[in-house]
C-alpha cells in the first residue's frame, strides 16, 4: 500500500487527482493539505466525494508518507 498526501487539494486539478486516488487499490490517502479550508470535509468543496472518504483539510502535512502531490 502506498500512502500518498496531497498539497493544495482544493482546487481543480487537486479534486480530480483525489477522485483518482480514492479509487486506487494500491493507494492510501492518508491527507490533503489546504490553508484555506482547514478542517473543513473535501465534500464542501467537492461534494461528488459525499459517502467516498470521511478526510478533513489539513493545514499540517503528515511526514509519514511515500508520495506527495
Excluded: A, C, K, W
Excluded at 479534486?15 to 486506487?24: A, D, S
Excluded at 490553508?35 to 473535501?42: I, Q, V, Y
Excluded at 466525494?49 to 506527495?68: A, I, M, S
Amino acid at each position: 500500500m502506498i500512502r500518498v498526501g496531497i498539497i493544495g487539494g482544493s482546487g481543480y486539478t487537486g479534486g480530480e487527482l483525489i477522485r483518482l486516488l480514492l479509487n486506487h487499490p494500491e493507494v492510501r490517502l492518508d491527507f490533503v493539505f489546504s490553508r484555506t479550508r482547514n478542517g473543513e470535509s473535501l465534500h464542501t468543496t467537492f461534494p461528488d466525494l459525499t459517502g467516498q472518504t470521511t478526510l478533513v483539510y489539513t493545514n499540517r502535512p503528515e511526514p509519514d508518507v511515500d508520495v506527495v502531490f
